[in-house]
């Protein structure tokens, strides 16, 4: 076996170009991934890093577990993997009036981080941590090197905990199985448990993958550093997991780009079936069918159109539905919302475009851009420049520089069109999901949201939102009184009541008045049914300065819970008891938050946006929440949340404070329109009380968001 690990890694660790004598030209190879999720082997990572963006969704099966994952590279040097493990032969817990026959599941979260760039001379370095937030069932920590020869990647790594198993190089399994890593998870799990990295059990892991001359096929050969001796079905008796060699073998079959599918043989006894789907959220893009853009007349070549006709080119051509046209001096107004193109560039060419040709005599044209009828932002180019440019030889470069972005001036004019409906109404599907819980591995919601709006003044609205509920799960969910003891207030885990005892509900009804106050200053103010749990009355107030990179916010409300037995009862007591079993609520608090929302102007972390908040929760319980989201060049988005309160980890219960993940997609990815509605999908690895924010709308980082430009380009 030395032999053979030998001269597998030897030329890794010689740091040397090998030359093969053959003239045949490979095929390109690509990366695959391991069991975990990630680039690597089956079972240990690789240093190799997919391009920035790269989604993978993987489903790895054996005898033993079955492993759900999503990786994404969010950037050129940062891998993050979340993983759910469902153990085969390990029950939730022992009291099936509680979890039935659910599996045990385990939930992970990985990170690698690339040190070294592979060159002529040097390998590829990277350092990872495996399953760093969850209970430790597969925490493990690595330094892996890669080094590509022609058809040939090799990797050669040195794993603790996890990965070293094995304990071939340091540790002492006699006299602890781990040796001398603490296998302890303080609290409920969920916590990051730091103290433990790179102790415990050492070995070396490494392997090699080949990439065949016949283009989707590689071959994969892995030395694994674990010896299984401590995973949790042994640990708990339930069943053995013989390792007859320490060798893992396997193809992987690659459909083009988007897929591969994978088969191994693990352990010397252990068949494994994986399937990963791969796309790059960098490169997603399509073409659209869409209106060539309009040319530019010279003065006197056309004749203004109609204002009612210039809208509706306005609405067609560049995707602003216009509420106000008006001329102030010599400067021609359109106050507006874009509602198809995501690049501000590719809206503002056209509908400038248009702007000349309506007022040929106007020096200057200034579109306002207007949410729920708030003006966020006026941007505004000077006639002349708009015709010196589209006359310009590089046409990418046709209105850059030449746009002034500022905070719209206060005052009244009397508007030549104005089309302002009072009424408006709207049909969205709604889809509610969690995964890992006692009750089942998903459960889920899906249903309607049928949402309308009337105007009763310039900035007063009543709006409301009726659900209606067409499939969910959640009668599994049995959580009212926690197994772990835990005595908060019920303020989200009541939502088995929520949705069985109301199949149509109405969602939201209030009165919001939304309005700005100086340059940048956004004020709201909202009463009612705030959302499908919680009535009261909120204010919000924002700060943000036009392209500024950062803002603040403050949100106070006083709130009360929603009795789930009737359509618009409140709880008249915090004491309530269903069916025999009796628990609190929350019947009146005052919740609030500080916020300062900001964006990094760093090119190692870039299109990246941190939002962190301060303040008291639903359950009473004081603490603050860190938001990161990324954002990518088709316009894809990845966030993650997490919320630490004063709530002990015991006070909390499973999982040890809130933390969640989410995504959003542009439809316009998956449509042949221009559109800048997304949708967009959250998960949680818990449903629990602590940490829990109030949610209604609309926000006013949402009123201001023009003010946060958008001036890039769609990926052809």
């Not at 992987?252 to 006894?269: C, T």
């Not at 209105?399 to 972005?405: A, V």
């Amino acid at each position: 076996m030395k032999l053979i690990t030998s001269v597998l890694l030897a030329p890794l660790v010689l740091g040397v170009p090998l030359t093969i004598a053959d003239n045949y030209s490979y095929p390109a190879s690509q990366n695959s991934y391991s069991n975990f999720g990630g680039v690597g082997i089956f079972q240990t990572p690789t240093a190799r890093n997919n391009t920035e963006g790269v989604l993978n969704l993987g489903y790895h099966a054996n005898a033993d577990y079955q492993f759900f994952n999503a990786s994404v590279q969010l950037f050129p040097w940062l891998e993050s993997t979340i993983r759910y493990t469902l153990v085969n032969d390990v029950l939730y817990s022992p009291y099936p009036g509680f979890s039935g026959d659910t599996k045990y599941t385990d939930k992970g979260i990985d990170l690698k981080a690339r040190l070294l760039r592979e060159s002529q001379w040097l390998p590829e370095l990277a350092v990872g941590l495996r399953d760093i937030g969850g209970t430790g069932l597969f925490g493990g920590e690595y330094i892996v090197a890669s080094k590509r020869y022609n058809q040939f990647d090799f990797s050669l790594g040195l794993g603790f905990g996890y990965l070293g198993q094995s304990a071939d190089l340091h540790g002492d399994q006699s006299s602890s199985i781990s040796c001398g890593r603490d296998a302890s998870y303080s609290g409920k799990g969920g916590q990051i448990d730091y103290q433990r990295w790179f102790t415990g059990c050492v070995a070396l892991f490494g392997g090699v993958q080949y990439q065949t001359p016949y283009q989707p096929l590689s071959l994969k050969l892995e030395y694994d550093g674990n010896d299984y001796t401590n995973d949790l079905p042994v640990r708990r008796g339930e069943s053995e997991m013989p390792v007859d060699s320490r060798f893992n073998m396997g193809a992987v079959y690659a459909f083009d780009d988007w897929g591969q599918l994978s088969l191994s043989y693990q352990r010397g006894n252990t068949i494994t079936l994986g399937f990963n789907f791969i796309a790059d959220f960098s490169d997603l893009s399509r073409g659209w069918n869409d209106s060539p853009p309009p040319v530019l007349k010279s003065p006197g070549d056309t004749e203004s159109e109609s204002l009612e006709r210039f809208a509706y080119q306005m609405r067609t051509g560049a995707g602003y539905e216009v509420s106000r046209v008006y001329t102030v001096d010599n400067e021609f107004v359109v106050e507006a919302q874009q509602f198809k193109y995501r690049d501000s560039n590719q809206a503002n060419e056209r509908a400038f475009t248009l702007m000349a040709n309506q007022a040929q005599s106007a020096e200057r044209l200034t579109v306002i851009d207007v949410r729920q009828r708030v003006p966020s932002v006026s941007t505004s180019v000077q006639s002349e420049d708009l015709a010196a440019v589209a006359m310009a030889a590089s046409p990418q470069l046709r209105y850059e520089g030449i746009e002034t972005r500022l905070a719209p001036s206060y005052g009244t004019h009397e508007p030549m069109y104005e089309n302002r409906p009072a009424l408006s109404y709207s049909v969205e599907p709604v889809l509610g999901q969690s995964f890992g819980s006692a009750e089942g591995f998903y459960l889920y919601n899906l249903g309607l949201d049928f949402k309308a709006g009337y105007w009763l003044s310039d900035h007063l609205q009543l709006s409301g939102t009726a659900y209606v509920n067409i499939v969910d799960n959640f009668d599994k969910f049995n959580y009212t009184i926690p197994s772990d003891g835990t005595s908060i207030p019920r303020v989200r885990t009541l939502v088995r009541e929520y949705l069985e005892n109301n199949a149509v509900a109405a969602e939201r009804l209030q009165l919001s008045y939304l309005n700005r106050f100086g340059e940048n200053h956004f004020y709201g103010l909202h009463g009612g049914y705030l959302e499908r749990m919680f009535a009261g009355v909120a204010g919000e107030y924002f700060y943000k300065l036009v392209d500024s990179n950062w803002a603040v916010g403050m949100e106070l409300a006083y709130v009360a819970q929603r009795d789930p037995s009737t359509a618009f009862g409140i709880y008249d007591g915090p004491d309530q008891c269903t069916g025999g079993t009796c628990y609190e609520v929350q019947d009146g608090i005052a919740t609030g938050h500080v916020s300062v929302y900001y964006k990094p102007q760093l090119s190692w972390i870039n299109d990246v946006s941190l939002v962190m908040s301060a303040g008291r929760y639903l359950a009473g319980d004081y603490g603050a929440t860190v938001n990161v989201s990324k954002v990518f060049r088709s316009g894809v988005s990845v966030m993650a949340f997490a919320t630490k309160t004063n709530l002990s980890a015991e006070e909390y219960g499973e999982g040890s404070f809130t933390k969640g993940f989410g995504i959003s997609i542009p439809f316009d990815l998956i449509s042949t329109e221009h559109t800048v509605s997304r949708a967009s999908f959250g998960w949680m690895p818990l449903t629990r009380d602590g940490g829990q924010k109030l949610s209604y709308g609309p926000r006013l980082a949402g009123v201001a968001g023009g003010r946060t430009s958008t001036r890039w380009r769609v990926p052809n």
